[in-house]
DNA sequence: CTCAGAATCAGCCTAAAGTATGAGGGAAAA
DNA sequence: TTTTCCCTCATACTTTAGGCTGATTCTGAG
């Protein structure tokens, strides 16, 4: 029931607003009625009162257009970026796990041989291995190839 | 001329509306002056009428209720261009300028060679600057002095 | 099973990096 | 003015890095 109430709150305020109206003309016609000149006027006022009526109810009860505007807002990622292996990027340069080791290892800046050390391998193959880093790289220094994994999000 | 009827367009457009309704009236009243009981449904008729003209009057002349929400997104940028030099740090280095201008160079995989070209000196110059950055940084290979100084905030 | 790639190691050679020492010129501070 | 950095350059030497070739072992895919 009050719901019902809410949803026709519109029809039924119209209708009131029509009768009482309507009662008010019914009174004004007894005082018009003797200037028979006067119709027009009396017409004219239910006219432009109703109008008003409409404007009103038009303004009041129609929906608001809901304007929905997304704004970009760019942030940066906090301090420490969390660091995030680009594994596309990774992929393209087909370095084994290995390599990618003794590339990161490079990065921290150990030389071969405190590398050969920490993996416990000859320095020989660690310098198989970053010869292996530059070449699928496509680079010909150890900083290169640093600055480029870096920038390629493939190490931190 | 042209832009006073624009910017009356509305008002004319009311006046002409009510003219024309009100010779309607004129001539629906030839045609109900007999029944005299049927005066309130001709003001009701006319309340209506208007009503509507109201109505429509509100929602095609007025300027539509815009409700403007800003929703922002965000947009997480990789890296950061927002660098600035750990000027602190920078001093506790002793660094001299050309010396940090060789070890950004350095850091971009620059040989000594290519920073010699790069800086219009000699190859000697570049390998004296590069043993002072070593030095300085405590340091014993350039890729220790570059991940040092990256994590220090000197070179970006 | 065979083949490819990964990981391991070695030797040899060149290039680049790094150390040490010295030295001249310029600019700014003491 | 003298001193102290800074920038420059050179020469000689050692160490590290990188290129090239070749070899062995192991594992997983075809």
Redesign the pocket.
């Known amino acids: 029931m009050r719901k019902w109430l809410t949803k026709h709150k519109s029809t039924i305020l119209y209708t009131i607003s029509l009768a009482i109206l309507l009662f008010v003309l019914r009174w004004l016609e007894l005082r018009f009625l003797v200037i028979n000149n006067a119709f027009e006027i009396y017409a004219g006022g239910i006219a432009i009162l109703f109008t008003a009526l409409g404007i009103w109810l038009a303004l009041k009860l129609s929906t608001p257009k809901v304007n929905t505007v997304v704004v970009e807002k760019e942030v940066f990622l906090p301090r420490p970026p969390e660091f995030t292996v680009n594994e596309k990027e990774l992929e393209k340069t ?1 370095l ?4 990618l ?1 003794v590339l990161q290892l ?1 990065a921290e800046g ?5 590398i ?1 050390a920490k ?14 880093v ?2 699928k790289m496509d680079v ?6 640093i600055d480029k994994a870096k920038k390629l999000n493939i190490i931190p």
Do not use: D, F, P, W
């Not at 150990?110 to 405190?114: A, D, G, R």
């Not at 993996?119 to 292996?132: A, E």
């Not at 010909?140 to 190839?145: G, I, L, N, P, S």
């Open positions: 087909g084994s796990g290995r390599e080791e490079m150990l030389s071969n041989q405190e050969a993996l416990y391998v000859s320095l020989s193959t660690i310098k198989t291995h970053s010869s292996k530059l070449e010909r220094r150890r900083t290169q190839a």
